[in-house]
């Protein structure tokens, strides 16, 4: 238990601060679970598969800028799911440097 005000204070803003960042990872990880998902459909739909993409693409340089995440995990992150998505379409993938 805090034993002054400003720890009181500072108790609830680390709760409001936890639970949003706690909000927000969830959506970030179900984002990417649905890109993955529709990665390993049976019979992909391009047409699906890149909405669900730049929608998850664009959650994480948000979660990124925000200092959620670090900036090269999002980079590594989205990097491995749009070579997934080459792969799985047949598109070539980049020329490893």
Not at 6 to 18: F, S
Not at 28 to 56: F, G, Q, S, W
């Amino acid at each position: 238990m805090p034993n002054n005000v400003n720890a009181e204070k500072a108790l609830r803003q680390n709760i409001k601060r936890r639970l949003r960042n706690r909000a927000a990872t969830s959506t970030l990880r179900t984002a990417i679970k649905k890109v993955r998902v529709a990665l390993a459909a049976a019979t992909p739909e391009p047409a699906t598969i890149d909405t669900v993409l730049k929608d998850a693409v664009k959650r994480l340089d948000r979660a990124a800028a925000k200092g959620l995440i670090h900036k090269n995990s999002a980079a590594r992150t989205k990097s491995r799911l749009v070579n997934q998505q080459k792969k799985k379409l047949g598109l070539t993938a980049p020329a490893a440097k």
